[in-house]
């Protein structure tokens, strides 16, 4: 079980492991309302490496990156459910829209992001490579999403996503 460090924390712990030879996975995102393909993407991460650093994107830059309506769950929530996975040993919330401050801080040394993303579009790849890392593409759980889980909730309900107490 992992637990929520701040940045200034992360970089120290990342500091020792590099001493102890420890190969440091990172991943981030905002894993809201989290589901299968969030642990089976977290668990592929992990076993890439010795120790799993998550960076979770703050409840104010989610909203600026996906609108008013999210997150779903706040940051206290989404970090208690990230830490408490057996395959994450750390949690640092980041508030910019991207984590390349993160990873310039803690520079691991594999950079792990969804399937979904161009290998060109990842955020710290120039970082990483730059001192000798690799940034791996790991193929998304099909049909596994926080928007697809929002979907099935809404119609199951029979609630249009834009209907007044829809969000």
Same mark, same amino acid.
């Given at each position: 079980m992992g637990i929520v460090v701040g940045r200034q924390e992360l970089r /120290?712990?990342?500091?020792?492991?590099?001493?102890q030879?420890?190969?440091? %996975?990172?991943?981030?995102?905002?894993?809201?309302?989290l589901h299968r393909g969030h642990v089976e993407y977290l668990q592929a991460a992990r076993r890439m490496g010795d120790?799993?650093?998550?960076?979770?994107?703050?409840?104010? /830059?989610?909203?600026?990156?996906k609108g008013e309506k999210r997150p779903?769950?706040?940051?206290?929530d989404?970090?208690?459910?990230? /830490?408490?996975?057996?395959? %994450?040993?750390? %949690?640092?919330?980041f508030g910019d829209d991207?984590?390349?401050?993160?990873?310039?801080?803690?520079?691991?040394d594999v950079l792990v992001k969804g399937a979904d993303w161009r290998a060109d579009a990842i955020v710290g790849k120039d970082i990483v490579e730059a001192h000798?890392?690799?940034?791996?593409?790991?193929?998304?759980?099909?049909?596994? /999403?926080?928007?697809?889980v929002i979907r099935k909730v809404l119609d199951a309900y029979s609630i249009t996503p834009d209907a007044p107490g829809a969000g």
């Open positions: /120290s712990i990342r500091r020792r492991l590099h001493r030879g420890k190969r440091v %996975v990172f991943t981030n995102g905002t894993f809201d309302i120790v799993l650093m998550v960076g979770l994107n703050t409840d104010a /830059s989610i909203r600026r990156i779903i769950n706040n940051n206290r989404r970090a208690a459910v990230l /830490s408490a996975l057996g395959c %994450v040993d750390y %949690v640092c919330l991207t984590p390349q401050r993160l990873i310039a801080a803690i520079i691991p000798g890392g690799r940034v791996r593409r790991i193929r998304l759980t099909p049909g596994r /999403s926080t928007t697809n």
